[in-house]
């Protein structure tokens, strides 16, 4: 009686401590600095996964924007082009100690509408123009974070006039 009273107790031992080592791995984490919540004065971003690393560019890439019309018939403007490049680089002058320090250079035109089965190249972002979805951005990772994206802008979203085209 005592020898199977020996074995539930051991087991319960077993059980306690592999609960403790799987709660002390699970919670033990080192906090970093990356470029979703390194701004000062902000909360932290919450997201899942909470891993702020896996959110953002590897530290101190250098980032390729390339801007697609929305139509052969419709090519992207001139000041339409020039705002969505100002704008996208304007994320240059949020370099924070700490943070990715990533630098987002002028934009190219892709000079023709974008394919849905395209997906841009690493250290790229692609603007494109859709029906289906408006001002989403749309990341693409590999194992050290994010590695290119899509920014999808409405295809009847006027820029100059900030309001859908009638």
Known sequence: MQNIFDKERLLQMLIILACLII??????????IAQTSCLPNKP??????????????????????????????????????????????????VKVSGCSNVTFNYAERAGRPWNPTEIPPDDTIYVVRTTDRSGQWVPFFNSSGVKSGLVYMRIDYNLQTRSLQQ
Do not use: C, G, M
């Not at 709660?23 to 984490?29: D, I, K, N, Q």
């Open 23 to 32: 709660l002390t791995l699970r919670f033990s984490s080192v906090d970093s």
């Open 44 to 93: 932290p971003l919450i997201s899942y996964p909470p891993n702020p690393q896996y959110h953002a560019w590897t530290q101190y890439k250098n980032i390729s924007v390339v801007i697609f019309d929305r139509s052969i018939s419709q090519p992207t403007s001139a000041d339409e082009f020039n705002a969505i490049d100002a704008a996208i680089r304007d994320w240059n002058n």
